[in-house]
């Protein structure tokens, strides 16, 4: 039980445009997701957190005009990174909780921004 | 002083020894406290979760918490090379919906 699945696992896309990264639980409802982000041999870096019908909650520091979030459904929510660029390049990662404190994450979308 | 301390190592441990990596934590209302494997490359992935003082074994793992000194570790036993990877201690405060997580200790098992 409790795995999240991440689309795609890895895009690159030109300098300028919008890149959208799906998070769906596949066998439960995700009452609170969250996004993170981490660069090589760095810790993760918490983006922001999500519920199912509510804006999103930005960690300090993060755009919340390039970084969309939609959290549209209690299985599915969406990362849309706009105007990309190359310093956007990174390891987007998304987790997921039922309603205890157990965060189970997805596997990650490698974003390459050229 | 950080919230989640850990000691980003490297940890080096001969095959078949007993791994032990710690965390400490600074805020005292602080209520639920995991356990995260990364291999390089990877996301992370939950091997341990423990709620109150004491030992909570799971296989070769026992994750030890002692909320008086603030204070979690966790141990694995007959280490084997494919345990070879980032472990990232987190905590979660009451009330609050995030984890925040220590930098992660790096543990390096050798054949």
């Known amino acids: 039980g409790a795995v999240v699945s991440q689309h795609p696992s890895r895009v690159i896309c030109k300098s300028g445009t919008s890149v959208k990264i799906e998070c769906r639980s596949l066998?439960?409802?995700?009452?609170?997701m969250f996004w993170y982000r981490q660069f090589p041999k760095q810790s993760l870096m918490l983006m922001a957190t999500s519920n199912e019908g509510s804006k999103a909650t930005y960690e300090q520091g993060v755009e919340k005009d390039k970084f969309l979030i939609n959290h549209a459904s209690l299985t599915l929510s969406t990362l849309t990174v706009t105007s990309a660029h190359p310093e956007d390049s990174s390891f987007y990662i998304c987790?997921?909780?039922?309603?205890?404190?157990?965060?189970?994450f997805g596997p990650g979308t490698r974003l390459t921004v050229t | 002083q950080k919230e989640v301390e850990q000691n980003s190592g490297p940890l080096s441990v001969p095959e078949g020894a007993i791994a032990s990596l710690n965390c400490t934590y600074s805020d005292r209302v602080s209520q639920s406290f995991f356990w995260y494997r990364q291999y390089s490359g990877k996301s992370p992935e939950l091997i341990m979760s423990?709620?109150?003082?004491g030992d909570k074994e799971d296989g070769r793992f026992t994750a030890q918490l002692n909320k008086a000194s603030q204070y979690v570790s966790l141990l694995i036993r007959d280490s084997q090379p494919s345990d070879s990877a980032t472990y990232l201690c987190a905590v979660n405060s009451r009330g609050a919906q995030k984890l925040v997580f220590g930098q992660g200790t790096r543990l390096t098992i050798n054949p």
């Open positions: 423990i709620y109150s003082n």
């Open positions: 066998d439960f409802q995700a009452t609170t």
């Open positions: 987790s997921a909780r039922e309603g205890g404190h157990e965060q189970y």
